[in-house]
């Protein structure tokens, strides 16, 4: 017994890897795939450019595409997995969800609302009940659940594992991302071979809120933001995939690196179908994690560790994590997991 | 009237660059360069695996290049530039100064003792005076001056027009640094394609200290070590010159963005050949400096900086510098003609 | 005194070239430049994204965008050049001409009509007056010069060298292209970064047949194409800037490696402003000319030719040439010296 | 029942992606490892640095390592994989034979040797009885069996289809082939980034032979090598994997790119355990196969086509493998495999 769930926004580079992920998925069927207007009435395999290195799941090569309107979904498809242009979300996602579909999404419209749960299936589980007090206000049937930005998951397991046994107070991070993460013509060739661009629009905002929202707590009413400061410097270079990061921890109390070793290899993991066995690999090799090495490690969805160390103030380490599996596609789809696991399908 | 000079190290990277900027400089004359025993013979042509975008100097490429040693050095040479490997630029690099040479070096070792002047012209050019402590320690005719590390050049300058104006308490720095800072087979093309390293053996811990170092007081006996915290993080990113930078700078007292970019703008630049009109090029562009783009700016001896803002705790900006040129050749040329200037030749 | 110039399509990758060429040229002075409507009316440093390593020319950058209309360009204009989209140009060319401008067009439009002159000075400057049976036919006073396509212009030099002496039977020849040939956001930072793409759109048929009409013969009627048969196979790879390319050359008399590269070494230059010294450059070294290492040669205009051999049937030889500007900007510059030089203006 | 195996050169770029097959291989059990003296002694994870972007296989690693040697590899070793440098091959490879080991060599040394079988098994299986006659000549137990180069392998598929359908009589072929052909640090970033290098030694002349030998004719005492004409021009380019190959092909009689394309597509790919189920897979998209998208497709191991169209001499197609599988150690065990399915261990 599969649920059937549709793709919205199915074209791009991120709906390529939601198509990828969930032709084979062991609780999810798709059957239906929406995408802008010119590609609406084309199979699939005419209307997406497919740049993934693995051929076009054949069902799905095949099906036809629709217009992204709730009209183009069947009754019967229980859940929405949408990654469309922010602007595109804010004005649709809000429509899908009063027609009674569930949508887990991946766009950044709405992530810091108040009653819309922003979840990472390991970390904070709990906020999805929050569907609850959003259910009560806007009257839907439907509900509407984010997963973060890209760099803010990369960064957020760790933090956590740190933050429960140490406290976090402050945070820098610098970030080295994939040019994947800004769609498949976001970042021209002129703009990046032999270059490093040292800004991405909006990003550290998201960065610095989503990381405080995502650390919060629930109280069953509202998520009290984590008051840590976080400041974050965003930059992109020539990788496709993979985004690195070089964080600095304050931490409340003392905290040894081979505590925080610890602390984050034994931060626990979930059963869901996309979770991976191991959720933060820490490496002793003070070279990695490297985007082309161990960007695919626990099939993209695990995130990577090293060069822990102490500072005057707390840790520093370095992160990574696969910025269109963990990081977009992979986490909507594990928001959708937990979906199904807690009922709320 | 020119000074007579060599180039010991002269066929690597940065020995090439040294050559680049010597041939035709106004006070200096290449009238020696040497190699390792491997080269030592040839036509500097020949020995030299010359990978500059331009063509060797002609009256250069026909020189012959000796042994990196003090005998392969006319005495009518009154400084020798040094770019050696760290371990042999300690065995050889004291000889040269026993010999009566003064020796500009960009070579590792040596930087933090507490007698050898570690400069940056335009930032701490009275440290140079370290030079008659120096000779009183150690009976040389000759003196040894060393410039920084490429990555430390890159922020220090824009630091040190905070530090002026502010007081720098705690500096974090991430970097995105350029291959051929590695010299030219230092990092392999597959280590590097569509990757990123974060680590840089022993990188983080020279910027930690060398900034300190020149951020420092002398008081015309011994160098009073800066007090600030400093904690870098190092990448290797796939471009070839540029080193990027991401600082966060927290400050003493309030300093404004604003404040921050006037004092960078106005901080100022030297008289000698080499010092760029702008030492320091304030971008309003939020996305600039960009490697590619800007490392050439002021013939690559401009630190250019961009993506100033405040943070709660002080400043955050983006820096950029050319490695080979301001960062590493530039720097000892500048060095040289610091010491021409100011009577040590 | 100067002739005063305009550039049509001025924001472009190419026209951005055009303008530094242009800005400190001896013999031209740009007093008027043209974009799309949604650039006209904008300073110039507003309406490019400027992309070179280079500030953008100071009194260039404050002047005023029009559109590109002969309305928009002062009647004392008395040569445009030109960088349009080929539709763009074929529609909006000839009105400047039958306006009276002279066209010095880098546009693939119209290059192999029969009445325009496709012409590299060095190789075919007599073609030029082709212009006056252009006017005859189309009553213009202004006139309308092509250059040919980048990938094109690389190889013609040596195989003009090679046809004189030896007679060109049949050529093949593959490419290795930079990104800058396709325009700022022509390929995409994911299409290409680990990659390569064996096919750029009607690239081949460009190089079969203008190669042919360069090496034509004019009788002071028409241009009869020369008989040799041309293969070309084009790849775009990971480069910024200078096309490579592998070129068999089957001639129709035995002719050794050390004669062709007499003959292409002796290739005589022309006297013009922007004619390098050398037009064509031969290495020895086996592994020259590389695009990083040698696009630049001659101020970007000189042609470098290298690994040159015989086969059973001919010669085999690369050649390289920076695609940009001896590609295209140089080529139109180039073009507009020789119009000048011989009375057309 | 498996064979028990070794690898000798174990730890190289061809060595590690040798264990990466053979580890989970379903007919072969490593149980021997040598590498250079450096690394005897060490476990095979301390001395490979292992750099594909998977774990190394856990056995494996913790297996130690021997010098390469006769003596370090057991007698009940019936194969032995090699993929040692030419030297260290043309001096160690007849002692292995003497000693009684078949070895299927990667190695370049020997492949033109009369008495050496050159194989790639779905091409030119029954050379492999050339073993009868180099037991014959040199009085081995053992025998020698090679793969062709990296380059050659990717084109000679193809060109078999051609050559059986219509004649070979002309070729001309230019690559574009990753660092990874190279090992390790064979090619340096600094050469490459933003760089096409026109010259890698020795691999053109490597092409010309071993593609007449391959497609050459087997009567049972000799090799009788195709009288094709081959012409090669090899760039090296900034991809980690994948050679992609741009070739014309004069043939006999006139075969059109829709023959040509059927008889692709039909080439029978063989039963053994390491062969694709498509041999060749021809692309109908003119701008495919693409090295990053294509290079895995068959688990790497078929040999990807497009671009298939005519000229006046015959055809013109692309073609493109993996270089470090099928184009060298899924080449090695797969002649392992044949070497097992005819009874030669």
Not at 20 to 30: D, R, T, V, Y
Not at 245 to 260: G, H, K, M
Request: proline share 7%; glycine share 8%.
């Amino acid at each position: 017994m599969t649920v059937k769930v549709g793709v919205i926004g199915a074209t791009g580079a991120v709906g390529q890897r939601l198509v990828q992920l969930l032709a084979p998925h062991p609780e999810f069927e798709i059957t239906a795939l929406t995408a802008s207007s010119s590609s609406a009435g084309k199979t699939y395999r005419e209307a997406a450019k497919w740049r993934i290195d693995a051929p076009v799941p054949e069902d799905v090569g095949a099906m036809e595409v629709g217009e992204t309107d709730p009209s183009a979904v069947p009754d019967d498809v229980a859940l929405v997995f949408s990654s469309l242009p922010s602007d595109v979300g804010a004005a649709v996602e809000p429509d899908f969800c009063e027609a009674g579909y569930v949508v887990s999404s991946n766009s950044s419209n709405a992530r810091r609302a108040e009653d819309v749960p922003l979840t990472v299936p390991e970390v904070n589980p709990d906020h999805l009940d929050l569907i609850e007090v959003q259910r009560d206000r806007r009257g839907w049937d439907g509900a509407l659940v984010k997963n973060p930005n890209c760099s803010t998951i990369t960064m957020v397991p760790p933090l956590a594992a740190v933050d429960d046994a140490a406290g976090l107070e402050r945070v820098e991070v610098a970030t080295l991302q994939a040019v994947s993460g800004a769609g498949y013509s976001g970042v021209s060739s002129m703009e990046i071979i032999d270059n490093a661009i040292p800004y991405i629009g909006k990003e550290e905002g998201k960065m610095e809120t989503e990381s405080r929202k995502l650390l919060g707590t629930f109280d069953g009413a509202e998520v009290d933001w984590h008051d840590m400061d976080v400041a974050a410097s965003c930059n992109r270079i020539p990788t496709i995939d993979g985004h690195l990061e070089n964080v600095w921890a304050d931490t409340a109390e003392e905290f040894s690196p081979e505590d925080a070793t610890e602390a984050m290899t034994d931060y626990p993991s979930l059963d869901l179908p996309s979770s991976p066995d191991q959720l933060i690999e820490v490496f002793e090799e003070p070279d990695r994690p490297q985007p082309r090495l161990d960007r695919t490690l626990g099939e993209g969805m695990t995130v990577s560790v090293g060069g822990v160390q102490d500072t005057t103030h707390g840790l520093q380490f370095n992160c990574l994590a696969h910025n269109t599996l963990r990081g977009a596609a992979g986490a909507s789809v594990l928001n959708g997991e937990l979906l199904l696991d807690t009922g709320y399908l």
